[in-house]
């Protein structure tokens, strides 16, 4: 069974991690890795073949830094050439990304079996690209395996019960990638730090690209750092965004980090502050409580469950929130995303239900 994998930015790297490794596993399965290059500053982007220990790409396409129809229709084109020389039993997407996008409209259009990693999730913000690109992945794909029972009913409710399309609630592969990579001693560009910080991403374009949010957010932070370290690995296009507007940042600015520190950095913090949907969950698998930076989030179960608080860009909310969470002890044991077994019930159905077929 060949499975050709799309992988173009972070979280995808992180989820192919734990699922690579259990194809490795099985003589049966050969899998080609395809990186459509959309993340492509090298911190962000090779470091994690590394760190995550997975085979190095048959195929880099380069693509980046281009509008969301030229990256998209650019990745369709090269995609569709390597399906034609691969010729694969199946296509492999993750999560919610142009490549993702791309991958599912190319295979789809030649009759290849399509299977979508992290189906079902919605924010219901219609203005983000990654819903956009979420919903459409969904409605082609053959094989829609979700990772929460909230993405799972969230597809009965979109009429997915009357369509071809098969459903499966796996979990969560991230988690498995997490209780893995947690584990592993942290080798690379090492931060010597005490305990007594917030780690704190920025990414989004909701929030770099309006001034008024990202200007908020940094005031935020600059109001808390003067109470408790605030650490922020920053993201390039964000950096680049504060530099063209002269933000002053009165936080501790470090480069962008590899997944094995991050998850380092996860652990020894007080709390996480994001607009990351990968770093939530990241953050309640290893026990933090987490301050998100967003108006919505696809990890409902986290709101539901008291361990996450959406404060969009309200400076006041930001501050608030923080300081109420910042000595209080981590206080949940529900098993939302799974447990560490995702990977490996993927693989299995795949497998029987290519056995039943051939």
């Not at 030229?70 to 492999?92: H, N, Q, V, W, Y």
């Not at 929460?148 to 369509?163: A, H, R």
Request: proline residues 3%; contains cysteine; charged residues 25%.
């Amino acid at each position: 069974m060949k499975i050709l994998t799309i992988l173009g930015a972070r979280p995808q790297f992180i989820k192919a991690g734990a699922l690579s490794r259990e194809f490795s596993k099985h003589n049966q399965i050969d899998e080609v890795i395809v990186h459509t290059g959309q993340h492509f500053d090298k911190n962000m982007s090779d470091v994690f073949f590394d760190e995550m220990e997975i085979p190095k790409p048959k195929y880099n396409l380069g693509i980046n830094s281009l509008t969301h129809g030229a990256m998209t229709g650019r990745m369709i084109e090269e995609i569709e050439k390597i399906l034609f020389k691969e010729s694969p039993d199946l296509l492999l997407v993750y999560g919610d990304t142009n490549s993702t996008l791309a991958g599912a409209l190319a295979a789809k259009k030649m009759h290849i079996p399509v299977a979508h990693v992290e189906a079902g999730l919605r924010s219901f913000n219609m203005k983000m690209p990654e819903e956009i690109n979420r919903i459409l992945t969904d409605r082609i794909s053959d094989y829609l395996f979700c990772p929460t029972e909230q993405s799972f009913e969230n597809l009965k409710k979109e009429g997915f019960d009357n369509l071809e399309n098969k459903v499966v609630n796996v979990g969560d592969v991230m988690n498995d990638a997490v209780l893995f990579y947690s584990m592993k001693p942290n080798e690379r560009n090492i931060l010597k730090l005490d305990n007594d910080y917030i780690l704190c991403t920025i990414h989004r374009q909701e929030n770099t690209d309006d001034i008024k949010r990202l200007t908020d957010i940094i005031s935020a932070i600059n109001e808390l750092s003067k109470s408790v370290k605030v650490l922020i690995p920053l993201h390039p296009r964000t950096k680049q965004k504060i530099k063209d507007l002269n933000i002053k940042v009165e936080a501790d600015i470090v480069e962008p980090v590899g997944y094995v520190q991050m998850l380092n950095l996860i652990k020894n913090s007080r709390l996480v502050l994001t607009d990351s949907g990968g770093i939530q969950k990241e953050a309640y698998i290893l026990k933090k409580y987490c301050v998100t930076l967003r108006n919505e989030t696809e990890w409902v179960e986290l709101i539901n469950n008291g361990v996450n608080v959406l404060v969009g860009a309200d400076k006041a909310k930001i501050i608030s929130a923080v300081r109420d969470r910042l000595n209080a002890s981590f206080n949940s044991d529900v098993n939302l995303y799974g447990g560490g077994t995702a990977s490996k019930k993927i693989i299995d159905y795949l497998l029987s239900d290519f056995k039943c077929k051939f």
